[in-house]
């Protein structure tokens, strides 16, 4: 089982000490060597079972540690940090479990060396954790992390044989049934989306088998085509990035004239609507003008006849360049003197004055 800082004999610092050793450097201690001992025998021997006894019974649990008391092998208890004791001469045995510690477990990769230039490795065998077939089918390269905390350390030491194999099991199996469910394009482009995804269904599944372990994050890392087909994915992804280009440009032009023409039709519309309505009340004014000529003319025919005569006349003689009188009796047409072009000199005239 995967347990921290595990001490096998239930000896805090490396395991129990040698026994004869212990009354060898006793005697020399207190003289206890030849038959003038000072002291008996038994002396020495209760004095080394006394620091057996002490050495075995305490022991002290790390900062960020949750420690196991395990009875013959049989969980006993959980203690917090600090000073502790337990049943001495292996009767209890404690493991000492890192529960704050955040453990990161790699796919597809392996860090090398941490630090400001992270160095990495990849190689064949790490490369089959992240060959994955995308629901489009095409086989892409993920490489992911998965971050974790050891939440309960009963269950992570009792209830799974090897939880960082199954962790990494269960998250191989959890990544290549999202990333097989939608294309290539949309794992690119939603990665927040299926790193979602993941730690929900991932969870679910540690809780289901009761390992103990909190997930804390599932982080797509590189979401890259095999180098085998790469070149050929990045015609195909240039190939779309211009299918898009293009489909934006027209898209451009289509709003810039559509809306143009629309305008101008409107404008037109417009126009034909204001000269029909500008026509239309002409007609009725001409009408209503009509009709009220019409009432004077048959309350007083002749003077009417006479109005409109003179009216027609003083419209269209200003217009008229020259005049003439035409006598029935006369032969010939004879002109009025250029009575109207002597008008406008004197008008003219007067104006230069």
């Given at each position: 089982?995967q347990?921290?800082?595990?001490?096998?004999g239930?000896w805090?610092?490396?395991?129990?000490?040698d026994?004869?050793?212990l009354?060898s450097k006793?005697?020399k201690r207190f003289g206890?060597?030849?038959?003038g001992?000072?002291?008996?025998?038994l002396?020495?021997?209760?004095?080394?079972?006394?620091?057996i006894?002490l050495?075995?019974?305490?022991?002290t649990v790390p900062?960020?540690h949750q420690?196991?008391?395990l009875?013959?092998?049989?969980y006993s208890r959980?203690?917090?940090?600090?000073?502790?004791?337990?049943?001495p001469?292996?009767?209890?045995?404690v493991?000492?479990?890192?529960?704050?510690?955040?453990?990161t477990?790699?796919?597809?990769?392996?860090?090398?060396r941490?630090?400001?230039?992270?160095?990495?490795?990849k190689t064949?065998?790490?490369?089959?954790?992240?060959?994955v077939?995308?629901g489009?089918?095409n086989v892409i390269?993920?490489e992911?992390?998965?971050?974790?905390?050891?939440?309960d350390p009963?269950?992570?030491i009792?209830?799974?044989?090897?939880?960082?194999?199954a962790?990494?099991d269960i998250?191989?199996s959890v990544?290549?049934?999202?990333v097989g469910?939608?294309?290539?394009?949309?794992?690119l482009?939603n990665?927040?989306?299926v790193?979602k995804?993941?730690q929900e269904?991932?969870?679910?599944i540690?809780?289901?088998?009761?390992?103990?372990?909190?997930?804390v994050?599932?982080?797509l890392q590189?979401?890259?085509?095999?180098?085998?087909v790469?070149?050929?994915f990045?015609?195909v992804?240039?190939?779309?990035q211009?299918?898009e280009?293009?489909?934006?440009?027209a898209?451009?032009?289509y709003?810039r004239q559509?809306?143009?023409?629309?305008?101008?039709?409107?404008?037109?519309?417009?126009?034909?609507r204001g000269?029909a309505?500008?026509r239309?009340?002409?007609?009725k004014?001409?009408?209503?003008?009509?009709?009220?000529?019409?009432k004077e003319?048959?309350?007083a025919?002749?003077?009417?006849?006479r109005r409109l005569?003179?009216?027609a006349?003083q419209?269209?003689?200003?217009?008229a360049?020259?005049i003439?009188?035409?006598?029935?009796?006369?032969?010939?047409v004879?002109?009025l003197l250029?009575?109207n072009?002597q008008?406008?000199?004197?008008g003219e005239?007067g104006e230069?004055?």
């Amino acid at each position: 089982m995967q347990w921290d800082n595990q001490n096998k004999g239930g000896w805090d610092r490396g395991g129990p000490p040698d026994l004869m050793d212990l009354v060898s450097k006793a005697k020399k201690r207190f003289g206890g060597t030849g038959k003038g001992g000072r002291y008996p025998l038994l002396i020495v021997v209760v004095f080394v079972l006394a620091i057996i006894l002490l050495w075995t019974a305490v022991f002290t649990v790390p900062t960020g540690h949750q420690g196991i008391i395990l009875q013959f092998g049989r969980y006993s208890r959980i203690v917090g940090e600090g000073l502790h004791f337990k049943i001495p001469f292996g009767v209890e045995k404690v493991h000492k479990i890192f529960t704050s510690q955040v453990v990161t477990e790699s796919f597809g990769f392996r860090t090398v060396r941490p630090g400001i230039r992270t160095e990495y490795q990849k190689t064949r065998l790490m490369e089959r954790e992240s060959l994955v077939l995308t629901g489009d089918l095409n086989v892409i390269d993920v490489e992911w992390i998965v971050q974790f905390r050891r939440e309960d350390p009963r269950k992570y030491i009792f209830n799974v044989r090897d939880p960082i194999k199954a962790l990494r099991d269960i998250s191989e199996s959890v990544i290549r049934r999202i990333v097989g469910n939608w294309s290539f394009d949309y794992v690119l482009q939603n990665r927040e989306a299926v790193n979602k995804m993941a730690q929900e269904d991932l969870q679910s599944i540690l809780d289901e088998y009761e390992t103990g372990i909190r997930v804390v994050n599932v982080k797509l890392q590189n979401v890259l085509p095999p180098d085998p087909v790469k070149g050929a994915f990045n015609e195909v992804n240039e190939a779309q990035q211009e299918k898009e280009r293009l489909i934006n440009q027209a898209q451009e032009t289509y709003n810039r004239q559509i809306p143009k023409a629309k305008g101008t039709a409107e404008r037109t519309i417009n126009g034909a609507r204001g000269f029909a309505l500008e026509r239309v009340n002409r007609a009725k004014g001409d009408v209503a003008r009509f009709v009220a000529v019409l009432k004077e003319y048959r309350n007083a025919k002749q003077v009417t006849k006479r109005r409109l005569y003179l009216e027609a006349f003083q419209k269209i003689l200003p217009n008229a360049n020259q005049i003439y009188i035409i006598d029935s009796d006369q032969k010939s047409v004879l002109p009025l003197l250029q009575l109207n072009q002597q008008v406008r000199r004197e008008g003219e005239g007067g104006e230069t004055q």
